[in-house]
Structures are given as C-alpha cells and as structure tokens.
C-alpha cells in the first residue's frame, strides 16, 4: 500500500508538469499525457500501474459524465438536439456497423460479434480532448455544443453496444430483435432511473438541512448513486448520471445556496482535472503491457489492423458528417431546423474532432480476461491494442492539426453576429438598469439617509457612463482604460489589504478565523473582478 501511493503521488505531479508544459506551448494536454505515458510504461517504478477492469467504468465515468453533464448549457443542448441525437446514436450505430464488418474481413478468426465489439469500444469520439483543443482557437459555439453534447449520449449508444456485443462472444449467439428490444429497453430504463435517484437527491438537497460541505459531498454520491443503481437492474448507467445530471444541473438555483454552488465548481473542476489526468496518461502507461501480450509475432499485423480501423473511423465520420449535413439541408424543407444549410466548414470541422479517449479506454480494459468456462476471452490483446492505437493516432493525428484545421477554415460563428464582449456590455447595462430602478423605486428614503447604499448608486452611475462611453469610437478607449486603472487600484488595495491580514494573524490576540474569513471576502472579490472586469486580450 505504502509503495502504491508513492507510485500514485509520483505520477500526480508527473501529471501536473505535463499539464503546465501543455499550458505553455499550447497544446491540448490529453496529447502530450498519451505521449509521456507511452516514455514512462517503460520505467520501471511506474511500469506496474493498472486499474481492474472490473472497476474502470465505476472509478472514473460516473464522476465525469456528471461533470460534464452539469457543464452542459441545457438551452444549446435542446436547441441542436436533433443533431446531437443523429451524432450520438445514429453515427455511432453505423460506426460500430463499419468497424464489425470490415474487422470481421480483414482481421482472420474475427467474428462479427467480435467485430461489434471493438466498434463499441472506439465508436464513441471523447469530448474532453476536443474541447479542450477548442479552448485555445476561435470556433463557433454551436461546434462546442455538439460536440459536449455528442460525448454525453453517444457514450450509453457505444457502451449498450459493447455489452451486447461481449454477450454474443461469451454465448456464441445473437438475436437481433431481442437485442433491438432490450437496447430500447436498456435506454429508456436508465434515463427513468436516473431521473428517480436525481429528485430523492433534489428533496434532499432543498428539504434537509445539509451544509455546504455536506452539499459538496452529495454531489459525488449522487453520480455514483444513479450508475449503480441502473447498471444493478443491467440498464444504463450511463443515461441514468447524464440524464440525473441534466435534471439537477437545470435546478442548481432552486437547491443549492450561493456558496454551495461556487465551492462546489472549483471542487468538481480539480476533481474531473485529476481523473482525465489519470485516464490519458493510463493509456499510453498501458501500451507497452498490451504490447508485450501480443507476442514477438503478432507485432506486425496487429498494427496493420490498426491502422486500418483507424483509418476506417476517420472516414466514417467525416462521411457521416457529410451526411447529416446533405439530410438537414433535406429534411429542412418538411421540418424546421436549427440551421437549414449548414454548408461544409461545420461538418469537416466535427468530422476532424473524433478523436477517441477515455470512454474507448474504459470499454477496453473492463473485457474479460476469460470466458465462463474459464478459456481466455477470444482477440483480447488484439483488441486492447487496436483500441490503444486508435486513440493514440486520433488523440495526436487529428489534435494536432485540428487548430491548424480551425483557422484554414476560418469558420464565423453564424449564431452570434454581435461579440462576446458587446454582448457582455449589453448585460451589464441591463444589470444596472434594472437595479438603479430597484433603488429608485423601493429604496429612496434610503438613498438620501444612508450613505453605503448612496455609494451603491455611484458605482453604478459611473458603471453607466463607462457604459455609454463603450459603444462610442472615441470613447471606447477612455472607458476600457478607466476600467484598467480601477482594476490596478482595487488589486493592489486588496493586496495590501492580504499583507495586512497577514501581519495580524501572527498576533496572538486575532482569532485565526476571523483572517481566513477575510481572505476568502477577498478571493470571491477578485474572482468577480476577473469575472466582470475582463479584455479579450487577456
């Protein structure tokens, strides 16, 4: 035990250079996780790392497609619904159907129920390494949408068919009606499930009378709560945490406080930070055992194969892109769209971001070693290996050049013709509208005896003309630099105020409390400075 968490602290802060090395050269940090994992599978320290496959799926995707589902802008994700559902259901369907029949010909003793399988596991693309390249390059909102969207559905689409799938190679036999029924069955049974477990934790949330720790906790049973339970009655888990997560994300303003909420994000964002650190970096940590499984002669092929399914799932979804896009264009004239010509640029761009990741990773590695009857489960090692080739090549081919991709294209963002920051200018008018009114009207005998709320009604007056002065070319300038030096003053008072703290707290007299309260006022007070008060150059 001892051993295994030195291993597990060491590869924490492995995990953390690499990820500010990927900050500094600006390169998405799940490519150069794979990478370094791939050097260190051969160090010996760090060469016995794995996890049982029995536990990968609860260890790690609950806790993160719940994350993700709580990232989700529910407004976006109904308004392309249709195309999230074609992409997460539809494409990954016909995916998993290419892979099984072109492996089951190509790949020798591959049967279609393995072929199934292996299209199961590395049909579903991962939203975490596309978004995260996203974050560095302009591209429009509603690829990001989709593309979150996309990895919450079509990771339950994959993963049904992955357990039917091994389910055919254990028994040797396959109904496909009875598997078509019970997909039904399994999908809509694990969005009932997950929906029930999400209102007991809603009542328990609003009804009992937690804290903000005990919040915070129920939080990271509730992900849990929801797979279990689902996965117990064979349903899915997966729908039940992202179809709980959606609901609970949607009333986050109804059951939890100010603080509950704000705490809880800066805790699920290092929470999910870790365990993608831990899965990409588990990938290329693994490669050299999956290698060595193989055998000196089964090397060759088995990247051969590789490189086929890869190349046979690059193509598949950019033609399936394609596709959608030529059926929309269709459809549009019988139905109404969210967008009735959606051209080309979009759809290469979501062809190019399929890279595959953690749920591929997961899916992998829970395969059996053996079958009931205790014989080795069939093209394991083959499997795991074109698996771990077919992230690796997607991860590094397809994310290293989709930014250059992103700006070939040059893609406007057809949703929005007005900028984030006059959009951002537009609501803090709005905002200070609306709360001048409110002083005016319910709190006048306020604004001429008590001069703490006057000081209220300055700030926003000067907010105001600042305001007003934006919009104009000639004042455009005055106004961000007033905005500049207001931010300067306040950082350094607050620092003045931090070092202050300080001093005090090494008195006796001062309650050590009362300056870890005051600190925390002014992190909260920086934090809504960087929130309201930020330039897009910075």
């Not at 799940?30 to 049982?52: H, M």
């Not at 609950?62 to 994700?77: G, Q, R, V």
């Not at 893609?411 to 200018?425: A, G, I, L, N, W």
């Not at 008590?450 to 009604?457: E, T």
């Amino acid at each position: 035990m001892h051993h295994l968490i030195i291993q597990y602290t060491c590869l924490l802060a492995i995990i953390i250079a690499i990820v500010m090395l990927a900050q500094k050269i600006k390169i998405a940090y799940p490519i150069l996780l794979v990478i370094a994992g791939l050097g260190l599978g051969f160090v010996p320290g760090l060469r016995g790392i794995e996890i049982e496959p029995d536990m990968i799926f609860v260890i790690f995707l609950p806790p993160l497609l719940y994350e993700a589902a709580w990232s989700t802008s529910w407004k976006d994700f109904w308004k392309w619904r249709r195309v999230i559902s074609s992409f997460a259901f539809i494409i990954v369907i016909l995916t998993a159907g290419v892979v099984a029949l072109v492996s089951s010909n190509v790949i020798p003793g591959f049967t279609l129920a393995a072929g199934f399988l292996l299209g199961g596991i590395v049909s579903p693309p991962d939203a975490v390494s596309a978004t995260t390249i996203l974050k560095n390059v302009k591209v429009p909102k509603r690829l990001v949408t989709i593309l979150e969207g996309e990895s919450l559905m079509n990771d339950a689409a994959s993963l049904v068919i992955f357990r039917f799938a091994a389910a055919a190679v254990v028994t040797g036999s396959f109904a496909i009606g009875h598997a078509t029924l019970s997909f039904a069955l399994v999908i809509v049974m694990g969005i009932l499930i997950g929906l029930a477990i999400a209102l007991v934790f809603y009542a328990i949330h609003r009804w009992l009378p937690t804290t903000t720790n005990i919040d915070i906790i129920l939080t990271f049973i509730t992900p849990y709560a929801m797979y279990m339970a689902a996965e117990a009655f064979n349903f899915s888990g997966v729908l039940a945490v992202v179809s709980g997560g959606l609901f609970l994300s949607i009333r986050r303003d109804s059951f939890l406080t100010h603080r509950s909420r704000l705490q809880g994000i800066n805790v699920w964002e290092a929470v999910a930070f870790v365990l993608n650190g831990f899965v990409f970096i588990l990938i290329g940590l693994e490669f050299p055992v999956i290698i060595k499984d193989l055998g000196p002669n089964g090397l060759a092929p088995a990247i051969r194969y590789s490189a086929i399914i890869s190349a046979v799932l690059i193509v598949t979804r950019l033609a399936s892109t394609f596709g959608a896009s030529v059926f929309t264009v269709f459809i549009s004239r019988y139905i109404t769209t969210a967008d009735n010509r959606p051209g080309w640029k979009g759809p290469l761009l979501l062809g190019w971001a399929g890279m595959r990741g953690v749920v591929s990773l997961a899916a992998a590695l829970s395969i059996p070693v053996a079958l009931h009857s205790g014989a080795p489960f069939p093209n394991r090692s083959l499997i795991l290996f074109i698996t771990f080739s077919v992230i690796l090549v997607t991860l590094i081919l397809q994310g290293l050049t989709l930014p250059l991709l992103i700006k070939w294209v040059d893609m406007p963002d057809p949703d929005y013709t007005v900028s984030f920051e006059q959009q951002r200018q537009l609501v803090r008018k709005k905002l200070a509208v609306v709360t001048l009114n409110l002083l005016q009207k319910k709190y006048a005998k306020h604004l001429k005896e008590n001069d703490m709320v006057k000081a209220i009604k300055i700030k926003i007056d000067a907010d105001m003309e600042l305001l007003a002065d934006w919009d104009k070319a000639d004042g455009k300038g005055r106004a961000e630099a007033f905005y500049r030096d207001y931010i300067m003053i306040l950082e350094d008072m607050m620092q003045e105020q931090r070092d202050l703290l300080k001093t005090l707290n090494k008195k006796e007299n001062i309650n050590d409390d009362i300056i870890k309260q005051q600190l925390a006022l002014l992190d909260l007070e920086q934090e809504k400075l960087r929130q309201h008060f930020s330039f897009d150059d910075e």
